[in-house]
């Protein structure tokens, strides 16, 4: 059976003057996952998710939220929660108004959850937002995405500010939640080996254009590191696709994408070696700009 995604993007384009920020890009986000948005800076992660919550126009293409476009629609966008570093306030609004807002905006919301959030970061509920640490404003908008519980949810880089127990924090409250009520995460980062365990889904962004679509499981089986005599790692690696090379002394370390059988390494004194999503990430987006 196939479910109706909850986003699908055709050929969208947003320019800025001469700079294609989103560059024809197309794709799906299914029902109930959580997405992996990756790329360098500048590479468009932003402007994507501003495009997919309505915040910006596409130059071109179509896109469909929940079945509709988002521009302007409050049906849509009740929602989606899109929580971003650079979320401003009002200057009068102190933790708790923002709270109630998340409470009267978002169907979903969970007062509960949104309480014992606020203890695990120990957020100051009577404090004014501006006053916040940027640490504490980070946490604040993780609440409040969190809380929110919207079928969709984009997180732009929100926890930039956290210290790494409150990202571990923000990870171990995400998944727990979300294996109670699954839902449709974006995760934009660039910290990839920390997210890496929990996005399924690899969308991987440059220069505007969606270079990777792939269920994360599958890639992190799919690449491995060949390291040895160069004739025995050409010889293994044939019908692979190579995204990197290198000479170390006397060995060649290829980085290859596809199967090489492991007893052929052994005997011929080959190292496998699995690669993390974050040596994957930057071989693809390394090959991609030499090309
Ligand atoms: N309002 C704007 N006006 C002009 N150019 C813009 C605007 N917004 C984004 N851009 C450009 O579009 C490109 C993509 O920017 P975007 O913020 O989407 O990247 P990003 O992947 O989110 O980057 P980062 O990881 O650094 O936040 C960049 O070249 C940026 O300078």
Do not use: C
Not at 107 to 120: H, N, T
Not at 192 to 206: A, K, P, R, T
């Amino acid at each position: 059976m196939t479910t109706t995604p909850v986003v699908s993007v055709q050929g969208v384009s947003k320019r800025f003057g001469s700079v294609a920020a989103v560059d024809d890009v197309s794709f799906d986000l299914r029902r109930n996952g959580i997405y992996g948005l990756l790329g360098r800076n500048g590479a468009g992660k932003t402007t994507l998710m501003q495009l997919l919550t309505g915040q910006q126009f596409a130059t071109g293409g179509t896109i469909r939220v929940l079945g509709a476009d988002p521009v302007e629609n409050s049906q849509v966008l009740r929602q989606v929660s899109f929580v971003k570093e650079s979320q401003r306030y009002p200057d009068t609004f102190k933790v708790r108004h923002v709270l109630l807002a998340g409470r009267l905006l978002f169907p979903e919301w969970d007062e509960a959850f949104a309480r014992s959030l606020v203890a695990d970061f120990q957020l100051p509920v009577g404090r004014l937002v501006k006053k916040l640490s940027r640490g504490m404003l980070s946490a604040l908008g993780v609440t409040v995405g969190l809380a929110s519980r919207a079928p969709l949810t984009f997180f732009d880089e929100p926890y930039l500010g956290l210290d790494a127990v409150s990202r571990q924090l923000f990870y171990d409250r995400l998944l727990a939640d979300y294996a109670e009520h699954p839902r449709t995460v974006v995760l934009s980062t660039h910290l990839i080996d920390e997210v890496g365990d929990l996005i399924e889904h690899v969308l991987l962004i440059e220069r505007g254009r969606i270079v990777l679509d792939e269920a994360a499981d599958a890639l992190r089986g799919q690449v491995v590191t060949v390291t040895g005599p160069a004739p025995a790692v050409d010889r293994l690696t044939v019908n692979t696709d190579e995204l990197h090379r290198e000479q170390l002394g006397p060995l060649t370390r290829a980085t290859v994408r596809g199967a090489v059988p492991a007893g052929a390494a052994r005997e011929a004194g080959v190292q496998l070696e699995p690669v993390s999503l974050q040596q994957l990430v930057v071989r693809i987006t390394a090959r991609k700009a030499a090309s």
